[in-house]
């Protein structure tokens, strides 16, 4: 293992430092030693990056700001870069060709805040094509009412234009030519093997961040966890750790509990989920069909103990809303017993499936030096062999007081990673049981809390899809800055690597094996670089029939 | 040899489940005793304080003024369904039920109104309160200035002003 | 070929063709920027548990095959070209199930400047496109439970009759 205190002090010789809390220390660098430092960060083995934020400070200390969170996951601490950005200059030095991870991170900071960095960035990756220029909505000049004023003008000509296109009768087909439509992925192919991949997203943009500015702090639970309707609970509850750590707040720990319960349940519901969408992916609907009638009982469980089958709203900044009582416990334990048993079955069964087998063995494969030099996380990660997990490197919640072994395989392809998911069922099973006989008396929420402003949390949970955190500068009626960065966005990187020298066939699979979080009714467009050709075709289809599907 | 047929297994666990079908709507559905549907609001109760409006996390519930009446909007096309209304609401106002049969093609039902009374200050005219609300206060504080009582909140610092500043 | 939207589709045409749907209906499913809640219910609602299909309903992977248009989701601005172009696809009588209470009211964020704020909010600026929407029905809910969406399914075909109501009462 590296010698990490050479690192703290080379840090400590070249910045002043400030505790933002016990394990996470804050370094205010020079934005001139910013590329020094991230080569220096670099050559640790073991040192990853969160993610990254910038921060409109201007009218407190009149600088934009730039927070890296670095991770050093074997000693549990966090390393914490602040690199003040002056209004008149406001550009930073790219650190993507050290700090790999840090690619998407600089693309958005320069999307939404309008930092430039020292590389050539297209422009719009976040918000949409015609946005107006040098309009960055996360700087405070501007409200939201503001940039709806600017921007509907444009939304109301381009309905015009949709439907003047409406009065020329032209011959389209099923499938759309890739006018305005961009889909998610674009496979350029030659023959059957793919050869590059461009990822387009950012459909669901709806401007979250910017809209928490605007409201009370026991309000964004609520706003987080529709972030994402699979594993919304995940973000409410970092959002509450975030300033919990930020404010010093005390949880009491039968609420604690009560948060990791119901996260396990989350991520029972989360992956038998996925496994039902990999198996109708493969053609195996059966699989699809018995997966998602096993899961009924969890989102059923769900709604007892929370009042609602998803984005359930217990969460509070101070503890939880609802409690759970003797009652409630028995039938969740017994719901559980009853899960194990079928799920076992089911599971043997389905992987031994021929055609399950064949599809996932030997497909995706992610090499584990670039897993790591990209700073993966969740299943992705761990089917890689690197032990990646949250809930073992940076203890949160119930977690604290009950261990977690992370669930690795090594062989890095489509089915290391489904293994895993299983094994992480039976995992949160069993530490359901041990969470559920082990919960303490006491409240379930705090009195009251006094919110203080300017102060810094972080608050990260380990997804079923990996590692979220937020970040989280308050202010004193709401957030001043709140950073979410959730699993997927850390691992969309990982996909054009996972499919070049792949079959197109394949594609479908491996994207799904990362767990994104967009529609699965969705479609990629296949380019055919030898003939030219181009279609946008929905990935079930592609999944099924591969190239065939092109003709 | 044994693997390759392990996943005919499947059929009999399928004729054990039997069929899982809830056959709603001729079959009751699967609701459990915490499940939150639509809000009822208790128009005897709520006093027009706003408390719901403010913690309301998509502004459903608005207060929004009509002329001489103060209304609470209820919108449940934008519900959460999160019960934080209910939670905060200081007279228990709000009940949460278990209805979630709401679909309508006609958007306008989707709206409830709760109207109060306002009253209108007695120095400048503007209504600035629901008449309960000033009820509700008045019956809980104890030493209140009854001349003062009537005037909006400018009215009444700058009354309060004007007598400081001239001596009895 | 693309059929122009015919002038002259009279509230008696919409009646037929629902009387016509009571059979079976093919549904295809717009996501228009959701968070993926009510999608995953939609699905639900093809599992054994619901099982939908007895009713005759099947997922259509081409808007040009769809009876009814599943909407989820604020309409976000990046997709709004899309789901123009796609709803433009759907033959008359075009049948749109808002699902959800971003597609019938724009959830949290109705208000911020990357969503539209709801069907209800596009419906004019459709309108002026030329594509118009013959029957909406809106399903509140977050996520829609898949009962509630049955539910909706069934006020659509005229089955049932809506419960909500406005109401006005005084304090």
């Not at chain 1, 933002?20 to 001139?32: G, H, R």
């Not at chain 1, 519901?269 to 496994?275: A, N, Q, V």
């Not at chain 2, 809980?140 to 001239?166: F, G, M, Q």
Request: net charge neutral; aromatic share 8%; charged share 25%.
């Amino acid at each position: 293992m590296p010698d990490y205190q050479l690192l703290y002090k080379y840090l400590r010789n070249i910045a002043s430092s400030e505790p933002i809390d016990e394990n996470t220390e804050k370094f205010v660098l020079q934005k001139d030693h910013l590329l020094e430092v991230a080569k220096v960060i670099s050559r640790f083995e073991g040192v990853y990056l969160r993610t990254m934020t910038a921060s409109d400070e201007r009218n407190v200390n009149g600088f934009y700001k730039l927070y890296y969170v670095f991770g050093i996951d074997s000693l549990h601490k966090n390393i914490v870069l602040e690199v003040p950005i002056p209004e008149k200059d406001a550009s930073a030095p790219s650190i993507a060709d050290y700090v790999r991870a840090a690619d998407w991170y600089e693309l958005e900071a320069h999307d939404l805040m309008g930092i430039q960095f020292s590389r050539e960035l297209p422009q719009n990756f976040v918000l949409p094509e015609d946005w107006p220029k040098d309009v960055y909505p996360l700087r405070k000049d501007y409200s939201i009412e503001d940039l709806v004023k600017l921007y509907r003008p444009r939304i109301e000509a381009q309905a015009r234009e949709i439907g003047a296109e409406a009065a020329l009768l032209i011959p389209i087909g099923p499938y759309h030519p890739a006018l305005h439509e961009p889909e998610h992925f674009e496979l350029y192919v030659v023959g059957e093997k793919i050869v590059d991949v461009k990822y387009r997203g950012f459909m669901v943009h709806r401007g979250i961040e910017k809209l928490a500015e605007s409201m009370k702090y026991d309000q964004v639970p609520f706003l987080a966890e529709r972030i994402c309707g699979i594993c919304g609970y995940v973000h409410s509850t970092s959002y509450c750790q975030a300033v919990e750590n930020a404010l010093k707040l005390q949880v009491p720990e039968r609420a604690e509990y009560i948060r990791s319960i119901i996260l396990e349940i989350e991520r029972i519901h989360s992956h038998l989920l996925w496994l039902g969408v990999a198996f109708h992916l493969i053609g195996y609907d059966t699989g699809f069909m018995h997966m998602w009638r096993i899961r009924e009982n969890v989102m059923i469980l769900a709604e007892l103990l929370t009042g609602s089958r998803k984005t359930y709203g217990i969460n509070i900044v101070g503890g939880v809303r609802r409690d759970i009582d003797e009652e409630k416990i028995k039938k969740c334990l017994a719901v559980l017993d009853n899960l194990e048993k079928e799920f076992k079955n089911l599971i043997d069964i389905a992987l031994a499936v021929p055609q399950v087998k064949s599809r996932l063995r030997g497909t995706g494969y992610l090499p584990p030096s670039e897993a790591a030099q990209l700073s993966l996380v969740g299943p992705t990660v761990r089917g890689s062999g690197l032990p990646r997990d949250v809930r073992r490197d940076y203890p949160y919640a119930a977690y604290k007081y009950v261990g977690v072994e992370p669930v690795t395989r090594s062989e890095g392809d489509n089915m290391a990673r489904a293994e895993v998911r299983v094994g992480e069922v039976f995992q949160s099973i069993e530490l359901l049981r041990q969470l559920l006989d082990k919960i303490p008396r006491g409240s379930i929420a705090l009195e009251s809390w006094e919110p203080e402003a300017n102060k810094h949390g972080i608050g990260s949970v380990e997804a079923p899809r990996g590692e979220v955190i937020h970040y989280i500068i308050t202010g004193r009626l709401s957030p001043y800055r709140w950073r979410v960065r959730a699993p997927t966005y850390q691992n969309l990187p990982a996909v054009p690597i996972m499919l070049r020298n792949g079959d197109l066939a394949d594609a479908p699979l491996t994207i799904a094996s990362i767990d994104p979080c967009f529609s699965c009714t969705d479609r990629a467009l296949v380019i055919d670089l030898k003939s030219g050709k181009s279609r946008s075709i929905p990935l079930v289809l592609l999944a099924q029939k591969g190239f065939g599907a092109l003709r | 040899m044994i693997d390759m047929v392990k996943f005919v297994k499947v059929i009999p666990i399928a004729s054990k489940v039997g069929t899982v079908t809830i056959r709603y709507p001729y079959d009751k559905p699967l609701v459990t005793e915490s499940f939150r549907g639509a809000i009822e609001i208790d128009p005897a109760k709520c006093v027009g304080c706003g408390a719901c409006t403010r913690i309301c996390p998509p502004k459903a519930l608005t207060l929004v003024q009509e002329g001489n009446t103060l209304i609470l909007r209820y919108f449940v096309g934008r519900c959460i369904f999160c019960g934080m209304c209910a939670d905060v609401c200081p007279e228990k106002a709000i009940t949460i039920t278990k209805e979630f049969e709401l679909a309508t093609d006609q958007i306008h039902d989707l709206y409830t109104d709760v109207e109060h009374e306002l009253v209108e200050c007695e120095r400048c005219g503007t209504k600035f309160v629901a008449k309960k609300l000033l009820d509700k206060v008045k019956s809980i504080v104890e030493v209140l200035p009854e001349d003062r009582a009537k005037l909006c909140p400018n009215c009444r610092r700058l009354e309060t002003l004007s007598r400081a500043a001239t001596p009895r | 070929m693309e059929i122009q939207s015919v002038e002259g589709f009279s509230k008696r045409d919409l009646e037929k063709a629902l009387q016509r749907l009571k059979k079976s209906i093919w549904v295809f499913h717009l996501n228009t920027g959701s968070c993926n809640g009510c999608d995953i219910e939609i699905l639900d609602v093809l599992t054994p548990w619901f099982d939908v299909e007895r009713f005759g309903i099947k997922l259509v992977a081409s808007p040009r095959h769809a009876d009814v248009v599943l909407l989820t989701g604020p309409i976000t601005v990046k997709a709004l070209p899309r789901i123009a172009k796609a709803l433009r696809a759907v033959p008359r009588p075009r049948l749109v199930l808002a699902i959800g209470s971003c597609a019938v009211g724009g959830n949290i964020w109705f208000e911020s400047y990357a969503t539209m704020g709801g069907l209800y909010n596009v419906l004019d600026m459709l309108q002026e496109s030329g594509i118009t929407i013959d029957k909406i029905v809106y399903i509140p809910g977050c996520p829609a439970r898949p009962e509630a969406i049955i539910y909706g399914v069934a006020v659509l075909l005229g089955l049932v009759k809506p419960k909500s109501h406005y109401r006005k009462v005084k304090a």
